[in-house]
T-cell receptor, first 111, second 114 residues
Framework: GDSVTQMEGPVTLSEEAFLTINCTYT??????LFWYVQYPGEGLQLLLK?????DKGSNKGFEATYRKETTSFHLEKGSVQVSDSAVYFC??????????FGKGTRLHILP | DVKVTQSSRYLVKRTGEKVFLECVQD?????MFWYRQDPGLGLRLIYF???????EKGDIPEGYSVSREKKERFSLILESASTNQTSMYLC?????????????FGNGTRLTVT
C-alpha cells in the first residue's frame, strides 16, 4: 500500500541555519504531496502542497519540490527561526482522499 | 477560515466506560476524518466519512465506531474504553471527495483511560 517515510528526529539547529527534512513516498499513480506542521498544543495545519511532478510548494520561507524520479518531497528552509520549532509531517493523498502521514519530525531551533 | 472544533481538550475516563468524542466543522466540508496520534507512530486513520450517514473504516477501526447524522458533525465512539486507547485524538475535514483537498484539523482531544 501507499506509505510515507520521513527522517527521524529530533532535529536540533541553531537559529539562521539551513534546514532539510527528508521525505520519500511509495504510491501508485500520481498522489498529491503535503507538508503539515504541528505547533505545541495545537492540531496540524497545512504548510505547503504539490499536486504533480516538478511542482514546488512554498510557504513561510519553506519549500519542497515534488520529485517523481526519486519519489521524494524534501522540506527546506534557508534560515530557520526559533518560532519554526514544531513537529513536521510529510503526507500523501491519492484518489480516495485518505491522507497518509509519515511519523513526524520534531524540530528544535536554538536561539 | 475553516474552523474544526473538538468538544473537549482533555478527557479522563475509566476502563469500560462508553466515550463520545465530538467534532464540528463550520465550512460545509464533505469529508471528515478521525485520527489518533501516538509518539513514534505518527497519525493513524481510525474512520472517515464522505457524506452524512456514510462511514468507512480506516487503518485501525477496532474498538471504535462513528456517527455522522449531520454534515457538520462527526462523532467518534469508544464502545468500552481500554487503557490502550489512551491517546491524542484529532478530527479533520476536507472540502470535496476526489480532489485531494488538504485537511483542516481541530486542536485535538487528549484522552486518558485509567
Amino acid at each position: 500500500g501507499d506509505s510515507v517515510t520521513q527522517m527521524e528526529g529530533p532535529v536540533t539547529l541553531s537559529e539562521e541555519a539551513f534546514l532539510t527534512i527528508n521525505c520519500t513516498y511509495t504510491a501508485t499513480g500520481y498522489p498529491s504531496l503535503f507538508w503539515y506542521v504541528q505547533y505545541p498544543g495545537e492540531g496540524l495545519q497545512l504548510l505547503l502542497k504539490a499536486t504533480k511532478a516538478d511542482d514546488k510548494g512554498s510557504n513561510k520561507g519553506f519549500e519542497a519540490t515534488y520529485r517523481k524520479e526519486t519519489t521524494s518531497f524534501h522540506l527546506e528552509k534557508g534560515s530557520v527561526q526559533v518560532s519554526d520549532s514544531a513537529v513536521y509531517f510529510c503526507a500523501l493523498s491519492n484518489r480516495d482522499d485518505k491522507i497518509i502521514f509519515g511519523k513526524g519530525t520534531r524540530l528544535h531551533i536554538l536561539p | 477560515d475553516v474552523k474544526v472544533t473538538q468538544s473537549s481538550r482533555y478527557l479522563v475516563k475509566r476502563t469500560g466506560e462508553k466515550v463520545f468524542l465530538e467534532c464540528v466543522q463550520d465550512m460545509d466540508h464533505e469529508n471528515m476524518f478521525w485520527y489518533r496520534q501516538d509518539p513514534g507512530l505518527g497519525l493513524r486513520l481510525i474512520y472517515f466519512s464522505y457524506d452524512v450517514k456514510m462511514k468507512e473504516k480506516g487503518d485501525i477501526p477496532e474498538g471504535y465506531s462513528v456517527s455522522r447524522e449531520k454534515k457538520e458533525r462527526f462523532s467518534l465512539i469508544l464502545e468500552s474504553a481500554s487503557t490502550n486507547q489512551t491517546s491524542m485524538y484529532l478530527c479533520a475535514s476536507s472540502l470535496l471527495r476526489g480532489y485531494n483537498s488538504p485537511l483542516h484539523f481541530g486542536n485535538g482531544t487528549r484522552l486518558t483511560v485509567t
